[in-house]
C-alpha cells in the first residue's frame, strides 16, 4: 500500500496552525506567486497576497504591506524587502494577515468557536478548541470503553492533559468509538491492534476509521490520516464529536423509538417526522414535554434557549417530579440554579458529562448531549404505541430507506455547501444535486441560470431541476418522462433512480481517467465484472462470478478472493457460511478490509448477503479504483504474487481473539 507523504514544515509548531489540506493549497499559491517573477519577496507579498479572498477583500495593500513590516519587527528579525522569502516564512505572513482580515468580519476565536463540529468539518485557521467540550468527551470515552480489551490499558484518559489526543493517534480509538456509536460497523479483526504499530498499520487504521466515520455520517471533509498522525486537536476533536453524538441520537427515530408517534396527531404528520434530522426531533420531544408544565416558550436551540436553565428545571420535574427540588426555580442565580439541575439529574440517574457552567454558557454540543441523555434515560412517553399502520414498513420501505442512507451520505461525502439529513426532502430544491454533479463532473453546471438559496418561489426550485435532469441527459441517464417537477415534488422512486444513476457515473468516470491503457474509451460495467473475474482467476483463486446480481456473491468469498488478490499483504480470514449470521460476519470483514486499503464506500453488510445489484457494482468498482491509483511499481509486486489465494476458512468454533489481531501483517 503506497504511503501518504503530506507537506511538512519543519517549524513544528506552524505546522500545527494548518491542516495538510490547507498547507496544499497554501503551497501551490505559494509556487504560483513564485514562478509569476522567478522569485517572491517581502514586498511582493502585500500585493500578491490579494488574491487570497479574506486577505484582499478586508485588507488593502497598504495595511498589508504594514502589518508585514509589524510582524518582523515584533519578532526582531532582519530581513530585507527585497530577499527572496520561504515557504515557512510565507505562512508566518499568512497567518498575522489572516488573523486580522477574521478580526474585521467578526470571525471566530471567541470561546464558542469549537462547538461548530456537528454539521462540517473545521477548516478555520484559527483553531482553538473547547477544553469543557475535550473533557465530556474524555469522560464519554472513559464510561463506553472501559472495559473494551485493547483499550482498558489506555485508559482512563485524563481529561486535564492532552492525552486523548496521543492516544488517538494509532487510529484504534477511533475504529472502537465508531463500533460503539453504530455497532457492527467494523469487524475488529480488520484493526490492527498490535502493541506497538509501524507507520503503515497506523495509517491503515486512520483510514479504515476515517471511511467508517463517513459511513455512518461523519464530516470528514478535508480531514485526512496525516492530521491524526500528528494530533491535530481541533480535527480529531471534530470528528470524536460527530461520532458521540451519532451515538447519542441513535435513538431518535421511528424505528427504535416507535413511541414518538406520540408527538404528532395524524400519519401525514408522522411523515413529516420522520424526515427530520434527529436533532430536530429531540427539541420536539423536549417541547412536547414542556407543555406538561407551566412553562410557556418554545425551545429553538441547544444553546440561549437553554442558558437560564429554567426549561431544564421544568422539562425534568415534568420526566422525574419524584426527585425534583422545589428551590430550583425560585433561585435566581443562573449558575446555582444550573447546578440544582444538574443534581435532579443526578438523582434520576442520568449521565451527564457537562458543567453548570456550559449550561450558563450555552455550550450548544454539550446541552444537545445531555437532553440525549435524559431522553435515553427515561422519554416520558407512553410503552403503549398508537396502532399506526404507518408505522410497518414492507420490504420496499426497507430497500428505499437502505438506498436513501447510501446517497445520503455519499452525497454528503463530496463537500457540498450544505450538510443533508434526508434526500427526499433536503434535495427538492435542485441547488445540492447540481453541486453534486458539478462535483462529478466538473463545469457541467450552467450557474448563471441557478438559483442559489433560500429560494422561496416554487418556479425557482423548478428551473434548477429541470437543469438537473437536462444534465442528466446530456450525461446519458435514463430519465424517460422524467421532469424537474418531479423533484421538486419529491417522488422517491425517482430521486433514488437518479442518485443512483450519478453515483455510478461517478465511479466510471474515475476509473476512465485512471486506466492509461482505455486511451478515453468509456468503461462498462462489462469491464468491471472482467477485470474482477480476473484478478481473482490470475491469483488462483477458486471463484467467479456471472454477474453482479450472481446469488452465489452472497457468502462473500469472490469478494475475500478479490482483495488478497489485489493487495497480497491482506491475509483474510472468514468464517466457514452455512449460516445466515456467518455470511454477515463475512460481509462485514469485506467492507471492514476494503475501507482499511482506502475505498470510500458506504454499503451495508446486508446489501452483500441479499446481492444488491446496485452496491456489488460500487464495490467491485471501487475495489477496481483503489487498485488502478496504486503506483506502478507496486502494481507489478502485487501482479508478482498473485500465485495462490490467501483465503483462510474459519469455522465457527474457533472464533477466538487471536482472529482480531491485524489483518494486514
Given at each position: 500500500?503506497s504511503?501518504?507523504?503530506g507537506?511538512?514544515?519543519?517549524?513544528?509548531?506552524?505546522?500545527?496552525?494548518?491542516?495538510?489540506?490547507?498547507?496544499?493549497s497554501?503551497?501551490?499559491?505559494?509556487?504560483?506567486m513564485?514562478r509569476e517573477s522567478?522569485?517572491?519577496?517581502?514586498?511582493?507579498l502585500?500585493?500578491?497576497?490579494?488574491?487570497?479572498?479574506?486577505?484582499?477583500?478586508?485588507?488593502?495593500?497598504?495595511e498589508?504591506?504594514?502589518?508585514?513590516?509589524?510582524?518582523?519587527?515584533n519578532?526582531n528579525?532582519?530581513?530585507?524587502?527585497?530577499d527572496?522569502?520561504?515557504?515557512?516564512?510565507f505562512?508566518k505572513?499568512y497567518?498575522?494577515?489572516?488573523?486580522?482580515?477574521s478580526?474585521?468580519?467578526?470571525?471566530s476565536?471567541?470561546k464558542?468557536?469549537s462547538?461548530?463540529?456537528?454539521k462540517?468539518a473545521?477548516t478555520?485557521?484559527l483553531?482553538?478548541?473547547?477544553?469543557?467540550?475535550?473533557?465530556?468527551?474524555?469522560?464519554?470515552?472513559?464510561?463506553?470503553?472501559?472495559?473494551?480489551?485493547?483499550?482498558?490499558?489506555?485508559?482512563?484518559?485524563?481529561?486535564?492533559?492532552n492525552?486523548?489526543?496521543?492516544t488517538?493517534k494509532?487510529?484504534?480509538?477511533?475504529?472502537?468509538?465508531i463500533?460503539?456509536?453504530?455497532?457492527?460497523?467494523?469487524d475488529?479483526?480488520?484493526?490492527?491492534?498490535?502493541r506497538?504499530?509501524?507507520?503503515?498499520?497506523?495509517?491503515e487504521?486512520?483510514?479504515l476509521?476515517?471511511?467508517?466515520?463517513?459511513?455512518?455520517?461523519?464530516?470528514?471533509?478535508?480531514?485526512g490520516?496525516?492530521?491524526f498522525?500528528?494530533g491535530?486537536?481541533?480535527?480529531v476533536l471534530g470528528?470524536?464529536?460527530?461520532?458521540?453524538k451519532?451515538?447519542?441520537?441513535?435513538?431518535?427515530n421511528?424505528?427504535?423509538?416507535?413511541?414518538?408517534?406520540?408527538?404528532?396527531?395524524?400519519?401525514?404528520d408522522?411523515?413529516?417526522?420522520?424526515?427530520l434530522?434527529?436533532?430536530?426531533?429531540?427539541l420536539?420531544?423536549?417541547?412536547?414535554?414542556l407543555?406538561?408544565?407551566?412553562?410557556?416558550?418554545?425551545v429553538?436551540n441547544?444553546s440561549?434557549?437553554i442558558?437560564d436553565?429554567?426549561?431544564?428545571?421544568?422539562?425534568?420535574?415534568?420526566?422525574?417530579?419524584?426527585h425534583?427540588?422545589?428551590?430550583?426555580?425560585?433561585?435566581?442565580?443562573?449558575?446555582?440554579?444550573a447546578?440544582?439541575?444538574l443534581?435532579?439529574a443526578?438523582?434520576m440517574g442520568?449521565?451527564?458529562?457537562?458543567?453548570?457552567?456550559?449550561?450558563?454558557?450555552?455550550?450548544?454540543?454539550?446541552?444537545?448531549?445531555?437532553?440525549?441523555?435524559?431522553?435515553?434515560h427515561?422519554?416520558?412517553?407512553?410503552?403503549?404505541?398508537?396502532?399506526?399502520?404507518?408505522?410497518?414498513?414492507s420490504?420496499?420501505?426497507?430497500?428505499?430507506?437502505?438506498?436513501?442512507?447510501?446517497?445520503?451520505?455519499?452525497?454528503n461525502?463530496?463537500?457540498?455547501?450544505s450538510?443533508?439529513?434526508?434526500?427526499?426532502?433536503?434535495?427538492?430544491?435542485?441547488?445540492?444535486l447540481?453541486?453534486?454533479?458539478?462535483k462529478v463532473s466538473?463545469?457541467?453546471?450552467?450557474?448563471?441560470?441557478?438559483?442559489k438559496?433560500?429560494?422561496?418561489?416554487?418556479?425557482?426550485?423548478v428551473?434548477?431541476?429541470?437543469?438537473?435532469?437536462?444534465?442528466?441527459?446530456?450525461?446519458?441517464f435514463?430519465?424517460?418522462?422524467v421532469?424537474?417537477?418531479?423533484?421538486v415534488?419529491?417522488?422517491?422512486k425517482?430521486?433514488?433512480?437518479?442518485?443512483?444513476q450519478?453515483?455510478?457515473c461517478?465511479?466510471l468516470?474515475?476509473?476512465?481517467?485512471?486506466?492509461?491503457?482505455?486511451?478515453?474509451?468509456?468503461?462498462?460495467?462489462?469491464?468491471?465484472?472482467?477485470?474482477?473475474?480476473?484478478?481473482?482467476?490470475?491469483?488462483?483463486?477458486?471463484?467467479?462470478?456471472?454477474?453482479?446480481?450472481d446469488?452465489?456473491l452472497?457468502d462473500?468469498?469472490?469478494f475475500?478472493?478479490?482483495?488478497?488478490?489485489?493487495?497480497?499483504?491482506?491475509h483474510?480470514?472468514?468464517?466457514?457460511f452455512?449460516?445466515?449470521?456467518e455470511?454477515?460476519?463475512?460481509?462485514?470483514?469485506?467492507?471492514?478490509?476494503?475501507?482499511?486499503?482506502?475505498?470510500?464506500?458506504?454499503?451495508?453488510p446486508?446489501d452483500?448477503?441479499?446481492?444488491?445489484?446496485?452496491?456489488?457494482?460500487?464495490?467491485?468498482a471501487?475495489?477496481?479504483y483503489?487498485?488502478?491509483?496504486?503506483?506502478?511499481?507496486?502494481?507489478?509486486?502485487?501482479?508478482?504474487?498473485?500465485?495462490?489465494?490467501?483465503v483462510?476458512?474459519?469455522?465457527?468454533?474457533?472464533t477466538?481473539?487471536?482472529?482480531?489481531?491485524s489483518?494486514?501483517?
Amino acid at each position: 500500500m503506497s504511503g501518504y507523504v503530506g507537506v511538512v514544515v519543519s517549524d513544528p509548531s506552524l505546522q500545527n496552525q494548518f491542516t495538510q489540506v490547507e498547507l496544499r493549497s497554501l503551497k501551490n499559491q505559494f509556487m504560483s506567486m513564485r514562478r509569476e517573477s522567478g522569485s517572491l519577496t517581502l514586498r511582493d507579498l502585500a500585493s500578491k497576497m490579494s488574491r487570497l479572498k479574506l486577505i484582499g477583500d478586508n485588507l488593502t495593500e497598504d495595511e498589508r504591506a504594514s502589518l508585514i513590516q509589524d510582524l518582523y519587527a515584533n519578532n526582531n528579525t532582519s530581513f530585507d524587502d527585497d530577499d527572496d522569502i520561504d515557504f515557512e516564512s510565507f505562512l508566518k505572513v499568512y497567518l498575522k494577515l489572516q488573523a486580522e482580515a477574521s478580526a474585521r468580519t467578526g470571525g471566530s476565536g471567541g470561546k464558542n468557536s469549537s462547538s461548530a463540529f456537528l454539521k462540517a468539518a473545521t477548516t478555520t485557521l484559527l483553531h482553538t478548541i473547547s477544553e469543557s467540550e475535550k473533557a465530556s468527551y474524555v469522560a464519554h470515552i472513559n464510561n463506553y470503553l472501559a472495559d473494551d480489551p485493547f483499550m482498558k490499558n489506555c485508559l482512563p484518559i485524563d481529561p486535564l492533559s492532552n492525552d486523548l489526543f496521543e492516544t488517538a493517534k494509532d487510529g484504534v480509538l477511533i475504529c472502537k468509538l465508531i463500533n460503539v456509536a453504530v455497532p457492527g460497523t467494523i469487524d475488529e479483526r480488520a484493526i490492527n491492534t498490535k502493541r506497538v504499530l509501524n507507520p503503515w498499520e497506523r495509517n491503515e487504521n486512520h483510514t479504515l476509521g476515517l471511511n467508517s466515520a463517513k459511513a455512518i455520517g461523519c464530516t470528514v471533509v478535508n480531514i485526512g490520516t496525516q492530521d491524526f498522525i500528528e494530533g491535530r486537536r481541533h480535527l480529531v476533536l471534530g470528528v470524536i464529536s460527530q461520532i458521540i453524538k451519532i451515538q447519542l441520537l441513535a435513538d431518535l427515530n421511528l424505528k427504535k423509538t416507535p413511541q414518538l408517534v406520540e408527538l404528532v396527531d395524524d400519519s401525514k404528520d408522522v411523515e413529516e417526522l420522520m424526515s427530520l434530522p434527529p436533532e430536530k426531533i429531540l427539541l420536539r420531544w423536549m417541547n412536547f414535554q414542556l407543555k406538561k408544565s407551566t412553562y410557556k416558550k418554545i425551545v429553538s436551540n441547544f444553546s440561549t434557549d437553554i442558558k437560564d436553565a429554567e426549561a431544564y428545571a421544568h422539562l425534568l420535574n415534568v420526566l422525574a417530579p419524584e426527585h425534583s427540588n422545589p428551590s430550583t426555580l425560585t433561585v435566581k442565580d443562573l449558575f446555582t440554579r444550573a447546578k440544582l439541575v444538574l443534581e435532579h439529574a443526578d438523582r434520576m440517574g442520568c449521565k451527564r458529562y457537562l458543567t453548570a457552567r456550559d449550561i450558563v454558557e450555552g455550550s450548544p454540543n454539550l446541552n444537545l448531549g445531555f437532553v440525549a441523555h435524559i431522553f435515553q434515560h427515561r422519554n416520558g412517553l407512553s410503552t403503549q404505541t398508537k396502532q399506526i399502520s404507518f408505522l410497518e414498513t414492507s420490504p420496499d420501505d426497507a430497500q428505499i430507506s437502505r438506498e436513501e442512507r447510501v446517497f445520503r451520505f455519499w452525497i454528503n461525502s463530496l463537500g457540498n455547501s450544505s450538510y443533508i439529513d434526508n434526500v427526499f426532502e433536503d434535495l427538492r430544491n435542485g441547488w445540492i444535486l447540481l453541486e453534486s454533479l458539478d462535483k462529478v463532473s466538473p463545469g457541467i453546471v450552467n450557474w448563471k441560470c441557478a438559483n442559489k438559496p433560500p429560494i422561496k418561489l416554487p418556479f425557482r426550485k423548478v428551473e434548477n431541476c429541470n437543469q438537473v435532469v437536462k444534465i442528466g441527459k446530456q450525461l446519458k441517464f435514463s430519465l424517460v418522462n422524467v421532469a424537474g417537477n418531479d423533484i421538486v415534488q419529491g417522488n422517491k422512486k425517482l430521486i433514488l433512480a437518479y442518485l443512483w444513476q450519478l453515483m455510478r457515473c461517478n465511479m466510471l468516470q474515475l476509473l476512465k481517467d485512471l486506466r492509461s491503457h482505455s486511451h478515453g474509451k468509456e468503461i462498462r460495467d462489462a469491464d468491471i465484472l472482467e477485470w474482477a473475474n480476473s484478478k481473482v482467476r490470475n491469483s488462483g483463486g477458486q471463484n467467479q462470478m456471472n454477474s453482479f446480481k450472481d446469488k452465489s456473491l452472497s457468502d462473500g468469498v469472490f469478494f475475500l478472493e478479490l482483495l488478497s488478490a489485489v493487495q497480497p499483504r491482506v491475509h483474510v480470514k472468514l468464517f466457514f457460511f452455512d449460516a445466515d449470521e456467518e455470511k454477515k460476519m463475512n460481509a462485514t470483514y469485506i467492507i471492514s478490509i476494503a475501507r482499511k486499503m482506502g475505498c470510500s464506500i458506504f454499503l451495508l453488510p446486508e446489501d452483500i448477503t441479499e446481492v444488491n445489484q446496485k452496491m456489488m457494482l460500487t464495490l467491485t468498482a471501487s475495489i477496481m479504483y483503489w487498485y488502478l491509483k496504486q503506483p506502478v511499481q507496486e502494481k507489478l509486486s502485487i501482479s508478482d504474487s498473485e500465485t495462490g489465494s490467501q483465503v483462510e476458512t474459519i469455522s465457527n468454533s474457533t472464533t477466538d481473539d487471536s482472529a482480531s489481531e491485524s489483518s494486514i501483517e
